[in-house]
């Protein structure tokens, strides 16, 4: 869960790729970075929001016409300063610059191997392995279609990656095309990005997604793509649809409103009942809630403020504090909901201890009842695939029925939309979206899981195809 | 336009104030302080949001059962460390602390004044001046409700105060009700502050908002109420309700939401017009939106996503990044608005460069008509009681009717809420409310603009009566 | 103990106050402030060391011809941001800025008095109630002379002051002269400062002292003097020549070196012996050994080298590191001291701890015998005019003679210079000079002490003199 | 030029590598970082001075009984957050940390060489070059000591090295002993710092430097000592004596201060001179202009007094500035100064700009002669050993002789300590020392340079020896 964009603009990098990573500051707020070329690489990378680690004076050292930013999501053992992404690797006097959104389920194996001829490792993120290979492939072939290639056949798991290879940007993604990857034209250059919202943040037009399998290579002339695998099913994190990606980025062709507000309509169509009102948990379940309003006639009103100004550094000294923090987060409307019978809408359910807080604060506020409807399935299996879900055991619907679950968050009915309906809402066909969290289903080989893996064929005289763009 | 705060708990105050200011926040982004007392005070202020002013250890420091805070909206000359409140003044071993939120308009006359005898001022703050005011007459009589009383009598203009006498609690509010100002019960303790979802924050009840002209003295038993000035008339600030307040706060007895829900059904009733969806600006056209889109049947639909990072330091180095900015701080959906005629709602229209820039961005978006529908009557005149309006030239309406504002925000209509529509929705009576800026009729004399006075009658023998609560 | 510096200079003063507020670093480093004029003032302040607070921009934004600067040492109650000098002022219409150094003694009688008459105060310092005074007498007669002649009357204790009055800057002493103040022609303008060394930083002409009594006004043109009172006798503070003033500084006539070094000279004269060495505590006791060495052949060697490094935020968690940071300081070069008998010089004795700790590390060392040999004579009583000695009881030497103190600080012989020596060292008549901490007798009134006071006479038709320069 | 220090201690060495590089900062002030080891390593590095970079809660986080520490001096292109130092590298689930101290000069052929089997690098540092050797011939042979032996044959160049891998610290210095690296012993264990000012600022007693060519395991028992290699000469850098170190360090035996005593008496003796004074460049000048006047008998007085506030920060905006920085760093004490003949001493002449200036500042401020003194022979080659030296052409004396840059500094005489003077003041054997700067002729191959090449045989079957301590 992470934010990457790539730029190729003549007129400079540094301030496109600023904004950029605003518009994909949702995907991480740990720490960012941007990294350029202009003969030597320029970076600067530091922990804390884009706002926070830029200033006019940092962009304005960064140059170059090419450049690579990564923002990145909290995750455990990641204070370390040098595991703050873009990588930048040096090898025969090259430049390597890497930003990587996924996560490999064979980063173990792949360094065991490396490891037996003597590489060492300066971190120990999978992102350092992908740049291994690919470096250690250049070496050998001297050519970065071929070592995408031969890292495609190695790398197991999710990848989007951008890369600069000194002054030449690249970008692909896995076979599966489990992580979103898309490309836009801005007025004097090319963006490579997580999701549209980049693109549109530069005034820029969406061409297309990278295709799973695809490496492209972006200049200010144009972009040349190179089919380097083809799998006969794709696999589509379906929880970029539901929470992770924002509502008004275009994914795959959908764009995750749509889908949103149409899983909405189902979860009235599928438990229809007769409620006051229909309120969102704010902002993620705002489009469900309009879909459940508009499909219900049931009136939207939001139940459930949210604060704005809530950051990373919110303090809770105490237990009865933190209890008290997402009350401070979302403050219920009194007066929407006494005596209220309320539909009250969430993207998912997760652990069940927020659900459970947020129903009693609304049943508090004085509703009379209160009936959660989820826009995803019961999570029953956890993500090796770049999701933060807990373990198995902290999933509370990986052991229990929906009639328990519902129990224990304190709801008067609990209705998640069934998956053949989430997947008619995102408009891809359930073969090629990745469901593990819902199926125990992987796309990919994890030990110990049930796999349902995708055949990916490597094509070794891959064609290279130029993009004709307008 | 700042927030004020001031609790009194007997488990201590500086946590509460915490997370009272963070609730308050969107009252004032520049700068915050807390100031407590426990036989001496204690005090710590600084730049930016509350978040980052305040850490735990700080708070830590900050001993006491009872204390004020403030939150500052960004004004010119703002940049002194002194000008941060609350203000800590001292004479005869008493320390004065005080916030206030509003503006007086006699500040010269009464500085000018008390320059001729003597007093010199350590800020340009018109709150000094009412600092000043309320120790000279406490010297005199030793008495805060006589001292308070004078103050009235003295200060023209709008002001909301909370202050502590060593470790004594007091609040009052000008005898207009200019500005918001309300009181809460906490568990362990009491709460006055600008708006209700401060004493949400702290779970707490509502009871009442400070009387216009009153004088709450709160301790850890209760509250003791004088009543100083009585007015006819009231004068409320109609801009808390259509712009300034959070939703979620219910002030002087109207839920902000409702009186916006409200309008927005206005603005349906009184331009019917059959468009394909109605979406606001986000966050402040939200609740108008709503209530159109009930009233209308006109499907209510996300046109312009919220950027939810955008923040105080956005660099913007040339001007055509600054036309780019509300691109990136309000992103069209695309598929949304793709040949749609579109209902857009804002809450306001001050220079209408904005509705000017939002309308066009609607527009290249694919929109094929935008309509765009105005929580507020035009706004004609500038605001001397808090309100950082520009001056008269510079606001769009003022000497431009209606068809000419549309044809220079670009937009295919406009219509705003009439007055009586707007004041119906609040549900107080117009008699009640300053809308000067709407009506160039101010509630108190201006030099040079034209008044509609409230006549007040200040209590000289004020009887206190003691709040029974619960 | 602050230092103080103004600045008229035609071509901008924020870069030249930041040069000498640099050189008088060593006599503050809790916060510093510097306050320019140009039309309106520009003021920057803040905690920590010069360096710190200020950078190119921000010099950059310090606009105007005029400023002056303040560099704060730490004292108790100091932490809040409206304590950190120069303070402003404003009355009618006028900004008054002022940075002072010095302790006034009867600050609460000032403040009683005033505060009868109504004013109330911003902070609890000295210094505001100076600035009340001259403002109080501005508004009446219009003359920042006549303003400062009865400020001069009113005002017990130490005061050197520089103060501008919108684009006008002033500088005064106290009629004793106790704190220095001296004045400096540079390339383009001129300079008042506490010490000749920021003149020097400026490549600057060291004029002349302000004299006691003195008013002086500096502009591009020129300075004009006005003596507003007259004392029979000085009260120089000694403690800036032993301890507190830059080696390299002139004050009052007398290069502090200088004195330092033949009071090292007695130090050896007053009691001769013979040792292998003679090592200084540094910095300060450098120049009084070099005195010794030259006067008694004792070659001078360091037995202590000072760690540059140690700043204020020292980390010493518990008991025994906090034993150990003199050693982390001041490091015993154990080959010097071997087997030798050392004289070790140090400038005062003030509790005598560190004292016994240095003796005890230079003994642990190796060295045979310490004989402590002091550049003051003993500290009696507590200065109550700005150097910030503790109080009597904590002083080691106010109830215990010179073999008592010689014991508990583990040397095996102690001697301080005479007071009849150091005084014919600094060059000064003794009656001219503050004693008051080495006798007891304070030069001016202080509740339940001795008094010497000296007469002074106000000036009341005082006579402007146009000072020539070059 | 940086500063490294490892230690054990049972009770923790957060705090002491805290202390230990506070006495080393002098040897770096750009960086600084921390690594310890408990179970799996705790790392905090930044930019900035010891004191910036740690607080108490930063080192209450770094646990375990074994840790390194480095400090570094500012470099060019050494902005980037992964080149502070500790290094740690990841491999087969053993991490590697590495502080290193010193320059290599078959880097590039090492990289290439590494890079051909496939290796690729994080940074551009040689200090990866060598734990990448390390981790290598760990991996095959599962031997630090074997690894590390494998290393020194490869490495050419200076390195004294501090490294854990896991929870065990190992040090070893090369063959040819360039940098300094000793160890101590604490109260609770053992301490290897690159100078004895860090065991003194642990209260420790300095047992012996590192053998050149050795390697040593330190564990709470005590400490292992493997010779890996054994070189018939040493080649002790020589400017750690006159210039880089802390005059109270002791080095390969010969305590610093000494050494420059010495030389400070030859430079009198081998130019005899009847001067009035005798006055050091602070503070690296001070022990040989002691050493001066005690073989001279002429008095030793300050004439330049050092600003002990100017630190990295310090600003200069335009030249004349840049030309005034000198003298607001080091001010002339005139009246010391004035109509004298001045021998002043500094520790060497590079690029002769700041002689110079000095001589200019210190003849403006009345000086009628000034004699310089250097406590070194004339610079004439570049080091590439790890001092930062500029270009050959840069150094004043590469293409001039004495008398030459004498007119160019502008000194009335010049005279540098003779290279066998400065040798017999260090007390160790020319042949043992590495003069490159002063000979061109080099103790390792530097390509286009003279190689004045020491043989090292490298011990196959090494034999180790337990360290009998006390």
Redesign the interface.
Known sequence: MCGIVGIVDAGGVS?PL??AL??L??RG?ESTGISTFDRRPF?H??RG????V???QI?GRLRGTVGIGHVRYPTTGAN???N?QP??????EHT?SLAHNGNLVNTNALR?C???????????TDS?VI??II??EI??SGSVEDAVGVAMQKLQGSYSVVLTLDDALYAFRDPLGIKPLCIGRTRSGYIVASES?AV????GTLLRDVAPGELVRVTENGITSTQLAISDRRAHCMFEFVYFA???S?IDGT?V??ARRKIGEELFLGAPMDADMVAPVP?SG??YA?GY??ASGT????GL?K?????R???M?DQQ?RE?AV??KL???K??LENKSVVLIDDSVVRGTTSRRLIDIVRDAGARQVHLRVGSPPIVAPCYLGVDFPTRTELIASSRCTEEVKDLIHADSLYHVPLCKMVEAIGIDVGNLCTACLTGQYPVEVPGECCDARCVEFQKGSVQTRLDVE
Do not use: W
Request: charged share 20%; net charge negative.
């Open positions: 301030f600023y904004y605003y518009a500051q949702h707020q970076v990378k530091g929001l884009v706002a926070e830029f200033d006019e962009l370390l300063p040098e703050i990588f930048n690797f040096v090898f025969r390597l065991t490396y490891e037996q001829d003597g590489q060492i490792f300066c971190t120990t350092e740049a291994t470096a250690h070496r050998r919202v549109d943040a530069l005034n924002r509502a008004d275009v764009l409103y749509d902002d705002t489009a309009i309003s508009q009136p939207y009103l939001e403020m604060n704005r100004y809530m950051g550094t919110f303090i000294p504090m008290n009350r401070i403050n219920p409307i007066k929407h």
